[in-house]
């Protein structure tokens, strides 16, 4: 019995052996370093010079880019930017050049330039003119000979002039001169007997016959409408005469117009006849 009990507790023993735990280490567990390799810290020691970006060299654009030209005045960081003041002499030539035209302008328009003619009488009834004026030229625009016509006429030649034929000649011109082919004369439509007085008898119509360039070249209403550019031109120029004018007649409209613009300032009751 003694026997038994001492086996159980030497096998107890044995088992207690096998499942007990490892003695505990002298030191704590610390990490140690590999004996190959240092500690990598990036702030502790400055970056290798090898491995820093390297800066760009200055090319000969980005110089001449940050150099001041030579024509350009350096202003001082204190100094105000206020724009250069015109010359006198120039001031005094504008001046000038504005109240010499004021002098030749008529129709209270210092873009009309010319001369007033007053009282016009006609040859045969139902012509004339009241308040005439001998135009020059519009907008800066001359005209190939002095036309009469009144201001009414006048006024609305100037604003085809600025906000049509300028703009549409802009790249071909500029254009610089109006060919007149007829401004005021005492007769009837298209010369017909019999017919109604014209409105060119009454000095409320001109006809343009062609458009002069500054290098000469001059596009005119019969050859240029059948071909381009001239006849989109043309076409254009035609158009934009349609609301100033209450008449304009064109290639189109008959035979009588087919190397001219008839441009007139009659008033129908159905709004701009145009053809």
Not at 233 to 250: I, S
């Amino acid at each position: 019995m003694r026997c038994g009990w001492r086996f159980l507790l030497i096998g107890c023993a044995a088992v207690s052996a096998t499942w007990s735990y490892a003695a505990p280490p002298e030191r704590s567990l610390v990490p140690v370093t590999r004996p190959s390799e240092a500690p990598v810290l990036a702030f502790a020691s400055p970056i290798p010079a090898e491995i820093r970006p390297k800066l760009r060299p200055e090319t000969q654009i980005v110089l001449a880019a940050a150099a001041p030209a030579a024509d350009v005045l350096v202003l001082e960081h204190a100094a105000p930017l206020r724009p250069h003041v015109r010359p006198k002499a120039l001031e005094l030539e504008v001046l000038f050049k504005k109240r010499k035209l004021r002098k030749t302008s008529v129709c209270g328009d210092i873009e009309i330039q010319g001369e007033p003619v007053g009282s016009v009488p006609g040859k045969i009834k139902a012509c004339g003119i009241n308040d005439a004026v001998q135009v020059t030229s519009v907008s800066g625009v001359a005209l190939s000979r002095p036309s009469t016509m009144d201001c009414g006429t006048a006024i609305a030649l100037n604003k085809w002039v600025d906000k049509s034929v300028k703009p549409t000649f802009k790249r071909r011109g500029p254009v610089v001169e109006l060919q007149v082919a007829a401004h005021y004369a005492c007769r009837t439509r298209n010369n017909r007997k019999g017919a109604r007085i014209s409105e060119h008898g009454k000095g409320r119509a001109i006809d343009i016959s062609g458009f002069k360039m500054a290098d000469g070249e001059v596009v005119t209403v019969l050859n240029g409408w059948r071909k381009n550019p001239s006849k989109r031109q043309l076409t254009k120029v035609w158009r934009g005469a349609c609301g100033p004018f209450g008449t304009v007649l064109g290639p189109n409209s008959d035979r009588y117009h087919r190397d001219h613009f008839h441009l007139d300032t009659a008033r129908h009751r159905s709004g701009p006849y145009c053809r």
